[in-house]
Nanobody
Framework: EVQLVESGGGLVQPGGSLRLSCAASGFTFSDNGISWVRQAPGAGPEWLSGINSAGGYTNYADSVKGRFTISRDNAKNIVFLQMNSLKSEDTAVYYC??????????????WGKGTLVTVSA
């Protein structure tokens, strides 16, 4: 059974940092691209960042470019999202999403349950 379990969310002040983790199991982790997607209250899902299966290619939405960094450890089956310079508009539930191939150009087939990030003074 594919499982994606996010952790690391919480309350942080504007300008602060958080590191989200996504622990994966139930599939060959190094065969799949992974993305982070968020959903703010009352809004639709927003794709943020993706990393290919080997970790050598990453891409970012303009809204987080320069502030967020995605990485992965294929030995430990974990993907990270380092989030710096957080803003109130970053408040959302953050989801880890598996792609059904090596690249983040492949479709998304499994989502985690999400972790809540709240940016507030």
């Amino acid at each position: 059974e594919v499982q994606l379990v996010e952790s690391g969310g919480g309350l942080v002040q504007p300008g602060g940092s958080l590191r989200l983790s996504c622990a994966a199991s139930g599939f060959t982790f190094s065969d799949n691209g992974i993305s982070w997607v968020r959903q703010a209250p009352g809004a639709g899902p927003e794709w943020l960042s993706g990393i290919n299966s080997a970790g050598g290619y990453t891409n970012y939405a303009d809204s987080v470019k320069g502030r967020f960094t995605i990485s992965r450890d294929n030995a430990k089956n974990i993907v990270f999202l380092q989030m710096n310079s957080l803003k109130s508009e970053d408040t959302a539930v953050y989801y880890c999403v598996k792609h059904d191939g090596l690249s983040t150009q492949n479709g998304m087939d499994y989502w985690g349950k999400g972790t809540l990030v709240t940016v507030s003074a």
